[in-house]
Structure formats: structure tokens, C-alpha cells
């Protein structure tokens, strides 16, 4: 089931990029990092890759994959998302937008190793604002929430991020 949800989500994600509206006015990838703060992870950092789906107007919506790492001293968490933003750029300098996501992860503690199972599963949404200080740089700032199920047992908590974005 695992590998099928997984290759749904590469079929979707694919047909995506193909299918994406381009217009010469609005950037059509973004690559970026930064730190994050909150959930169940304290402090950690984050990398994140997103595409165009959708434009009409000045609303978009992007596909993001999002890698973060963090709560090392506990002995670590790993997670790879996917996240879903709708949103749009005003005046050409901002872009607000509303986000939902969810993803699998791995973790460590004292009694199981980093690519010991159970792996645990995450859920969350939020919001966040795109500052752009060239045509293909911009400064973000990310509110939210994130949970997660690990062992049949729900985490969760605001997860707050700040970060760059290149824009191309």
C-alpha cells in the first residue's frame, strides 16, 4: 500500500511539472533553506524544492518537496514532505499563501538506531509570506502546525520558519 501511495504521488507529481501553466511573469521553480523552530523537532533545518501546477491570474498553486532534519542532541529526526501551496504574487514583491502537507519520516533515541523501524508519519498546514528582494530572491517567513504519528502515538505543535528562496 506504502508503494503504492508512493507512486501515486510520483505519477501526480510528474504530471504536474507537464501540465503546469507558464507564463514568462511568474517564477516557475523555487530551491531554498532555513531554519525552523517548534513541533515536535525544537530547532532543525529545512530544504525545500517547489514547481508551478496552477496559474490564473494572480492566484498559483505550487508543489513543494520539503526535507527537514532536526532535534540532533535527542538523536535526530529526518522527514520528507510534500507540500501543497495556494497563493498568489501582488504588486510583484509578495506572495502570500496557505499551505497543507504531509510526509514519512525516521528518527533516533536511546533505545532504536536512526533506520530502525517504525518510521512515523506527518500532517500539518499553516500559512507563510514570500518578501522578494530581487525578481529571483526572496526571504520567507512560515507559521503552522505539524503533527505527528509514530507508534500509534500523536505529537504535535506551531512549527514557525524563516528562509531564502531562488526563484528561476
Known sequence: MKRLIFLVCLIIGISAIIAAQESEA????SI????????LMDTGGIADFAFLIFRKNFFDVRNHFVFRGGSFSNGGIMMLTEKISFGGIFSGNFRSYGYAEGGIGITANGSKKIFEQPLFYSIGGGGGTDIFLLE????????????TVTDGVWNSGGIFQIGWKGWF
Open 26 to 29: 511568474v517564477p516557475w521553480f
Open 32 to 39: 531554498g533553506g532555513g531554519l525552523f523552530t517548534g513541533g
Open 136 to 147: 529571483t530572491m526572496s526571504i520567507y517567513f512560515e507559521a503552522g502546525y505539524l503533527g
